[in-house]
């Protein structure tokens, strides 16, 4: 439903939430049949490889994200607007979900741990910076 209104994609987000609980999981990443994450522009999902912020193209992209990418260009990250796919998870240092609450980071997806080394830098930097 991640193509349908907002609220719809709001109910989406509740049913995998208890989808996530009744599993003991704390986080469901939707995926479309062709491996494309689908991504909900309230709680968009971003990956970090080799100093590379990948950041989803979204139609407008939120304060949180815009504050989120000059806190990487002070880090000395580089960006990268693209369609994130299932293969940017799969060989990625750090996958993070951000929101109008900050940053959440993932441990592991799947087994397979992540950093959240410079996902912590960012999230500082976004506060230092943003005051």
Do not use: C
């Not at 494309?36 to 193209?57: A, F, G, H, T, W």
Request: charged share 20%; no cysteine; aromatic share 4%.
């Amino acid at each position: 439903l991640g193509k349908y209104p907002t609220s719809a994609m709001v109910a989406t987000r509740d049913l995998m939430q208890q989808i996530a609980q009744a599993r003991e999981l704390h986080y469901l990443i939707m995926t479309s049949p062709d491996g494309q994450i689908v991504i909900d522009s309230s709680e968009p999902l971003m990956v970090i490889k080799n100093r590379r912020l990948y950041i989803p193209k979204l139609t407008t992209p939120s304060v949180e994200q815009q504050i989120l990418e000059r806190a990487a260009l002070r880090l000395g990250l580089k960006t990268e607007h693209t369609v994130l796919s299932v293969e940017h998870i799969k060989d990625a240092d750090e996958v993070f979900a951000l929101n109008w609450q900050g940053i959440t980071s993932m441990a592991h997806i799947n087994q397979h741990p992540y950093m959240a080394i410079l996902t912590e830098k960012l999230a500082q930097e976004m506060e230092n910076g943003h005051r």
